[in-house]
């Protein structure tokens, strides 16, 4: 592989905390070198642009079943929203885009890792197989657990060990990368139609309560030391009154530390947030408590969120909340699809619209916002759009624009229906903080990597991590008046440099370097008593045989292993 | 000593088990024994071996077959698909997602129509899901929570033997300790079929009346009266299943061909997706198609991540896909005789399309990918052999819940003969080829520029 120098950028890093230096990077053999190590490279002229890493998605959902049904259910998704094709596979779909549009929008934003955020266990081969044919990115998928009737019952007896034994063999037998939670034990109550409303509602049957379950995977995944803390969706998500259950859910984290050896400091990462901030008893008089939450947030390091931020757009809902999904159809009469997995999860699938007309929809853009410009650590604080539940991963640079400049606001802000009362119930109208190219640096690419564990190759630009580098077209000593040309130029970066690949270049994909599937592989204690708990669990109550429900080698593309010892 | 391989895939129908146990001879070759499938399952596997090609036939002047060379028909494929306007690539039921994505692949180079058995099957299901939606669940579930069954317009005792063994009717699950005796099962078909014979509650509706039937368990269901009567089914027996079914705790409406394709068609599973939401206003219900063959969800799935679209794909547009059934859907194309070639795959057109548009078909070059002869290789310009899916190749399939089941093979394809995923390769290398050639020949058609090109 070639040598590149990108030189004369302005470099962005907060991983080493470079904040805008005019400064040479160097590439060689697909990692980032010293640039005295390069013998006759060729050249990126980055002056006058900003260099940063290449982006890090820390919760997105772009592969597997549900993202499946919401592509295979909504035709109308394609039509006349879908680009003519430029790069070697056609680009369908808008908010749910196709797996190659997924990779291509993804590069042409200046990503290189996505992770998927919901994978339901037993159809870890789909999620796979979409992995495969999603170009560029390297992808990673967490499989959910907040659910899971091994979970659930180990839990209950305190059995943390068993539980990380188990967890060590799902991991294995997905290729999974870290413990997701999504409403946990409420899940498990949507089998029989029902849910949990707060923490201390207990699970039908299981009789273990969802405060229980999120301390004992917090304990579960420090025991075992994973990159990426445990990552949770919070009970009563989308309700309003509902951050009084956020805060009750951060609460737990308290007296936990980080275990680990990858350079990750929280225990819990609480993810679109914006959908858990909501005051109010009714959908007439919700209002904001992204300051409440934010003041939360802020005193306590040991969590990290992103926002969810909510782009104004149609889009498609998809959650392994399957109350909430039901829920929502019975708001908006939407077609609805749910597929309750057995002894897992569930999922739902609804369309929705996110009209600036629509007083809810705009209080919700406004919290999301609120959440990153109340922030007082944005390497704990990550932009997504939950995609595509708040609204679909290309509007990034939509809501990097909204948080760098107050006059985007005020301009979009125009356009509500119900502007008054979209500023009596939120704090939006007050703020007047523009977010800077370093902390946006640090929202979506150091930030994001450091909490999912994976700093030391990706997010940062230091002698030795992968060679994945963005070059957006935007001056910091000369900021653009048009906060328009901000999305721009965040929309098609002026180069993306994957694995030492010039990859895009004027906002076109023209190389497609391969992708990695990420994935952790924990050694534990042999356990005979989970031994004989998975074997009996499959024998009697899964529809698929052990030895086919964990994933095929050959089914597992060009894979990246990360390593934990728990053994140690 | 014959080897036993176990938790083998069944490639035949939707239910998909996957806990066959095959045995094979010492060398490898030999299908010896199959152990717990049902008979037609098994029938699969001992067939295997019989009536097989090793080479392609391709079609000589007198009628005849006379076998060629795999690169040959790899040729003769690549210049059918490069040379037509519009052919059409259909089939898919019967093979892995592995060959899907690769004749997706073929399909938008070469500018081809991609459908699948969908298309004459559970298509209306698709029409209805896009309006509607799919509350579903896996088949799992089923097993450890329903104690209310409904198998409406389908017959498995039949066409899915061992879906209510495995699933269903007669499993012990986590919470369902009792099995058949915990669970309430009725059946929903205009014959009394043996599905029937262990129904509970048997109603026998007027053939083509489906909606009304529906419509009236929706009235029901909502607390309103009913006529006396209603799609021949007397209204105490509709009150009485209704009563059953809002007191299920979890319950499940299987359908089949009975609903997509008797009168009202898509509007009959509409309907029945509307009847599964009111009850989730009660208690906990969900729906299920009853896919038939192993893997004919597999490309519903595969294009929808690769266009948005689970079948009747129109991708002659070449930058775009576009999908809309009764234009773009295989028999509507044949029979307006808009396709100038057609490659079957994975199943037998020729033995499940109508008579007229196989005629229709059957003007243009025909090409038949499928491990064995069917009445569509015996008709076709082309007859191309490959190793069968789940006997011979491995590869991902999906369950008519969606849930994705690995495939293993039990023995080796005869040598030489590849799988669908190696000859669509081979052929999408070939067609690249065929199409730099071309390049290279003509000077590239320059776009004519319209009047406001420089505004």
């Given at each position: 592989m070639g040598e590149l120098l990108i030189r004369n950028g302005f470099v962005f890093d907060p991983l080493q905390e470079?904040?805008?230096?005019?400064m040479d990077i160097g590439i060689k053999d697909g990692k980032i070198v010293?640039?005295?190590?390069?013998?006759n490279p060729k050249a990126?002229?980055?002056?006058?642009m900003a260099v940063m890493a290449g982006g890090v998605d820390?919760?997105?959902?772009?592969?597997?079943p549900k993202v499946n049904v919401g592509r295979l259910f909504r035709p109308e998704d394609k039509l006349f929203k879908s680009p003519l094709k430029r790069c070697d596979r056609m680009e369908m779909g808008f908010s749910v885009p196709s797996t190659f549009k997924t990779g291509y929008d993804y590069a042409r934003m200046g990503y290189v890792f996505v992770n998927e955020?919901?994978?339901?266990p037993l159809h870890s081969p789909h999620v796979h197989e979409e992995i495969r044919d999603t170009p560029i990115i390297d992808n990673a998928a967490m499989p959910v657990f907040g659910n899971n009737w091994f979970t659930l019952e180990y839990l209950k007896n305190n059995e943390i060990e068993n539980n990380a034994a188990y967890t060590a063999w799902l991991l294995r037998a997905t290729r999974g990368f870290a413990i997701k939670v999504v409403n946990p034990g409420g899940t498990e109550a949507w089998g029989w139609g029902?849910?949990?409303?707060?923490?201390?509602?207990p699970v039908p049957y299981?009789?273990?309560t969802p405060a229980k379950i999120i301390t004992g995977l917090i304990e579960t995944n420090e025991f075992l030391g994973l990159?990426?803390?445990?990552h949770l969706h919070c009970?009563?998500?989308?309700?309003?009154?509902n951050y009084v259950d956020a805060l009750d859910s951060f609460k737990l984290a308290e007296g936990y530390t980080a275990k680990n050896a990858f350079g990750r400091d929280q225990v819990m990462h609480v993810t679109h947030v914006q959908f858990s901030s909501y005051g109010g008893d009714s959908w007439r008089n919700i209002d904001s408590q992204a300051k409440e939450i934010m003041d939360y947030v802020n005193a306590h390091d040991n969590i990290t969120i992103d926002i969810g931020q909510v782009t104004l757009d149609e889009t498609t809902t998809m959650t392994a909340d399957g109350p909430f999904e039901h829920q929502l159809q019975s708001l908006n009469h939407l077609k609805w699809a749910n597929t309750d997995v057995e002894l897992e999860t569930a999922a739902g699938v609804v369309p929705y619209v996110y009209s600036p007309n629509v007083k809810v929809s705009t209080i919700q853009w406004a919290i999301g916002l609120e959440l990153a410009l109340y922030s007082s650590d944005l390497m704990r604080t990550f932009i997504t759009t939950d995609h595509p539940n708040a609204?679909?991963?290309?509007r990034y640079p939509r809501v990097v624009k909204w948080l760098m400049s107050r006059a985007a606001r005020d301009e979009t802000m125009?356009?509500?229906?119900?502007l008054d009362r979209t500023i009596e119930s939120t704090t939006i109208d007050s703020i007047d903080r523009e977010l800077t190219l370093y902390e946006i640096a640090q929202m979506t690419r150091a930030g994001p990597a450091k909490a999912l564990g994976i700093s030391n190759i990706y997010g940062g630009l230091a002698p030795?991590?992968?060679a994945n580098v963005a070059i957006y077209a935007l001056n910091p000593e000369d900021m653009p008046s048009d906060p328009d040309m901000i999305e721009n130029a965040f929309a098609r970066c002026a180069y993306l440099v994957k694995d030492g690949i010039t990859t895009v270049k004027d906002g076109e994909v023209v190389a497609e370097p391969a992708k990695r599937t990420v994935w952790v592989d924990v050694k534990v204690p042999e356990n005979a008593q989970v031994q004989r708990d998975i074997y009996e669990h499959f024998l009697?109550?899964?529809?698929?045989g052990i030895e086919n429900y964990q994933l095929f080698?050959?089914?597992?593309?060009?894979p990246r292993v990360i390593e934990v010892d728990s053994t140690q | 000593m014959a080897k036993k391989i176990e938790n083998v895939g069944c490639?035949?129908?939707?239910?998909?088990?996957?806990?066959l146990v095959v045995t094979v001879s010492d060398d490898g070759k030999k299908i010896l024994e199959v152990e717990n499938s049902c008979i037609i399952g098994s029938t699969v596997f001992h067939r295997a071996?019989?009536?097989?090609?090793t080479l392609p036939r391709l079609r000589q002047p007198d009628g005849t077959f006379k076998e060629i060379s795999y690169d040959e028909a790899v040729d003769y494929t690549a210049k059918v698909l490069h040379n037509a306007k519009k052919p059409l690539i259909y089939g898919?039921?019967?093979?892995?997602c592995e060959g899907m994505a690769a004749a997706a692949k073929v399909a938008e180079q070469a500018g081809a129509v991609l459908d699948n058995c969908a298309s004459i099957c559970h298509g209306s299901s698709f029409l209805a899901i896009f309006d509607n939606g799919y509350p579903s669940c896996t088949l799992g579930e089923v097993k450890n929570r329903a104690d209310v069954i409904v198998y409406w317009g389908?017959?498995?005792?039949?066409?899915?033997?061992r879906h209510m063994s495995r699933y269903s009717i007669f499993p012990r699950g986590f919470f369902t300790g009792k099995g058949h005796k915990g669970r309430k099962i009725i059946v929903i078909d205009p014959r009394h079929t043996d599905t029937a014979q262990v129904a509970d509650i048997h109603l026998q509706v007027q053939q083509g009346h489906d909606y009304d039937l529906f419509d009236a368990f929706r009235t029901v269901v909502r607390g309103h009266d009913i006529p006396d009567v209603v799609a021949g089914v007397r209204k105490e027996q509709i009150i009485e299943a209704v009563d059953i079914m809002k007191k299920a705790r979890f319950g499940t409406i299987f359908y089949g061909m009975g609903l997509c394709h008797s009168d009202g068609r898509n509007h009959n599973v509409d309907i029945a997706i509307s009847l599964t939401r009111d009850l989730n206003d009660f208690t906990k219900w969900t729906i299920m198609a009853m896919r038939?063959?192993?893997?004919?969800t597999g490309p519903g799935a595969v294009w929808s991540w690769q266009y948005?679209?689970?079948?009747?794909?129109?991708?002659?547009?070449?930058?775009i896909a576009h999908m809309n059934p009764g234009e773009t859907s295989s028999v509507d194309l044949a029979m307006r005789e808009e396709v100038d070639a057609f490659i079957n795959i994975g199943t037998d057109a020729a033995a499940h399309f109508p008579i007229e548009p196989v005629k229709r078909l059957r003007k243009h070059p025909w090409i038949t990918i499928d491990p064995h002869p069917n009445m569509a290789t015996e008709i076709s310009d082309l007859h191309i052999p490959v190793g069968i899916v789940g006997v011979e190749v491995p590869g991902i399939v999906y369950r008519m819940d969606n849930v994705p089941i690995q495939y293993r093979n039990v023995i080796e394809p005869p040598e030489g003969v590849p799988s669908d995923e190696e000859l669509f390769e081979r052929i999408y290398e070939r067609l690249c080829e065929l199409e730099a050639e071309e390049a290279a020949r003509e000077p590239a058609k320059a776009a004519p520029e319209g009047a406001r090109a420089g505004e």
């Open positions: 470079i904040k805008g230096d005019r010293e640039t005295s190590a390069l013998k990126i002229d980055a002056a006058g820390v919760h997105s959902h772009v592969v597997g955020a919901a994978m339901p029902l849910n949990c409303e707060s923490i201390h509602d299981f009789d273990i990159p990426h803390s445990m009970n009563n998500l989308g309700n309003p009154g609204g679909p991963f290309i125009k356009t509500f229906k119900w030795g991590m992968d009697r109550h899964y529809s698929v080698e050959a089914h597992l593309h060009n | 490639p035949f129908c939707g239910v998909c088990c996957d806990d071996m019989s009536e097989r090609h898919f039921g019967s093979t892995n389908a017959n498995p005792a039949h066409a899915h033997p038939g063959h192993y893997n004919i948005g679209f689970p079948y009747c794909l129109d991708l002659t547009k070449r930058d």
